[in-house]
């Protein structure tokens, strides 16, 4: 969930698809787990259960973003890769096509995996789960989530704020997982992924298509706000860590 890596310092393409299967793994291991510990440790109260939840998540995403950044830009979900590659198309700053495609499936498969790790941990066992969330809202919800997540990375990108992408985007989720109805997916890879833990933080497999559909609609939507408010990047932002570096060297 990172920003784009430049070009000219990208890694190898199998070190960043390895940062993209275990940022997206863990990532899902910890959404997963705290619910999982919330519903154990609450179990009398939804809200709160719902506060540990989204407190973990944005504390774990914020460090995993942290971790991962400067490998393979922590995207960690497909459509914020997806536009990576469509806004970096002309300025040749984006993945590749193929590129888009490895991550993807490193994406998907490190969020199934995580899953599984978060099950095995807690003793839960593995099975479809049977929460079924897609109601008009909850779709609405993940529209507007997601859309709100990729127009603050790409902002930042475009604004030289890099820096700030990690608490920022931790901050959003966190913020998101309390103002949208559907406790802000905003993650094809972790969508997918959810449906294989029948615990506080599964999805039923009927609500999956919904879901994705929504997330791409509202990162489609992200692009055509994003090429009206910032139509020029005023400054390639590699990573965290890079600009990090940056601004120590002045």
């Known amino acids: 969930m ?25 990532l899902v291991t910890v959404v997963v787990g705290s619910g999982v510990a919330a519903q154990r440790l609450s179990p009398t109260d939804v809200g709160l259960q719902l506060l540990e939840n989204s407190i973990t998540t944005a504390l774990g995403l914020t460090v995993l973003i942290l971790l991962f950044g400067s490998v ?3 995207h960690f979900n497909p459509v914020v890769t997806a536009t990576d590659w469509m806004l970096g198309r002309r300025a040749q ?25 978060a099950n095995a941990m807690f ?29 603050l990375i790409f902002a930042l990108a475009r604004t030289g704020r890099g820096a700030l ?19 802000s997916f905003a993650n ?20 999956v298509p919904g879901y994705v559909g929504a997330q791409i609609i509202g990162s489609a939507l992200a692009i055509g706000l994003l090429l009206v408010i910032f139509p020029v990047a005023t400054r390639v932002t590699a990573s965290v860590a890079e600009s990090e570096l940056d601004r120590q060297l002045g």
């Open 2 to 26: 990172d920003l784009p890596v430049s070009v000219t310092s990208r890694p190898p393409l199998w070190r960043r698809l390895c940062a993209e299967f275990l940022g997206t793994g863990l």
């Open 72 to 74: 393979s830009g922590a």
């Open 93 to 117: 700053t984006g993945l590749s096509l193929p590129d888009v495609g490895a991550y993807v499936v490193a994406q998907c498969l490190g969020g199934v995996a995580g899953a599984l790790l």
């Open 123 to 151: 003793d839960v066992p593995t099975s479809i789960s049977t929460t079924d969330r897609a109601t008009g809202g909850h779709l609405l919800s993940e529209v507007v989530a997601t859309a709100g997540l990729i127009m």
């Open 165 to 183: 992408a990690a608490p920022a985007v931790g901050a959003y989720i966190g913020a998101a997982y309390w103002f949208t109805s559907s406790t």
């Open 188 to 207: 094809p890879a972790v969508t997918v992924a959810r449906m294989f833990s029948d615990t506080f933080a599964g999805i039923a497999p009927g609500s």
